[in-house]
T-cell receptor, first 117, second 115 residues
Framework: AQTVTQSQPEMSVQEAETVTLSCTYD???????LFWYKQPPSRQMILVIR??????QNATENRFSVNFQKAAKSFSLKISDSQLGDTAMYFC??????????????FGKGTKLSVIP | KAGVTQTPRYLIKTRGQQVTLSCSPI?????VSWYQQTPGQGLQFLFE???????NKGNFPGRFSGRQFSNSRSEMNVSTLELGDSALYLC??????????????FGPGTRLTVT
């Protein structure tokens, strides 16, 4: 079974600073996908960034980037130039094949990020 | 394109009752997944439907069921409600095609409170 661990339940960062959220996972699969989702206080889950395991290059989306270390099974999220709108719960998620054409998302417990003005 | 929509947004039920939640996926998306979110257990996978067939199921009791219609809209049903069923129920849809990307797009959720 796949597991996803986010070891930082809460974090805070000053506005305009950089913060890194950690995520590790455990799997015996070789082909899989990793995601970071953001859930602001309004509760709508939003996809932040995705990474395919077969790609060595780290994904980047504007101020968001990941550090993907496949051998270490680590997938951290870096947020640069933090903004007040980045305040949210961040979930690391692992998507792997579970049979019959289905891919199942397994989520970590989340990291609550607060951006301080 | 309109996003994933869920109805109702809030629901209060009493123990023993049953409830039906609805989810309309993004146009063109044929896969619909359901998740239960609680403070204690986090996000847990309930089941996934594709082309009106349940393709995958999480570790939940048989009181939790679902279905998908030909227009890809999905419903989930919880019978004989228990206090522990109080949660945010999230629906997510994804597109499957030649260039499958595996991302899931979430709706705003239905907040179910069981009293």
């Amino acid at each position: 079974a796949q597991t996803v661990t986010q070891s930082q339940p809460e974090m805070s960062v000053q506005e305009a600073e950089t913060v890194t959220l950690s995520c590790t996972y455990d799997t015996s699969e070789n082909n899989y996908y990793l995601f970071w989702y953001k859930q602001p206080p309004s509760r709508q889950m939003i996809l932040v960034i995705r990474q395919e395991a077969y790609k060595q290059q780290n994904a980047t989306e504007n101020r968001f980037s990941v550090n993907f270390q496949k051998a270490a099974k680590s997938f951290s999220l870096k947020i640069s130039d933090s903004q007040l709108g980045d305040t949210a719960m961040y979930f690391c998620a692992f998507n792997a094949y579970s049979g019959a054409g289905s891919y199942q998302l397994t989520f970590g417990k989340g990291t609550k990020l607060s951006v301080i003005p | 394109k309109a996003g994933v929509t869920q109805t109702p947004r809030y629901l209060i039920k009493t123990r023993g009752q049953q409830v039906t939640l609805s989810c309309s996926p993004i146009s063109g998306h044929r896969s619909v997944s359901w998740y239960q979110q609680t403070p204690g257990q986090g996000l847990q996978f309930l089941f996934e439907y594709f082309s009106e067939t349940q393709r995958n199921k999480g570790n939940f009791p048989g009181r939790f069921s679902g279905r998908q219609f030909s227009n890809s809209r999905s419903e989930m049903n919880v019978s004989t409600l228990e206090l522990g069923d109080s949660a945010l129920y999230l629906c997510a849809s994804s597109w499957e095609g030649y260039t499958r990307t595996y991302e899931q797009y979430f709706g705003p959720g239905t907040r179910l409170t069981v009293t």
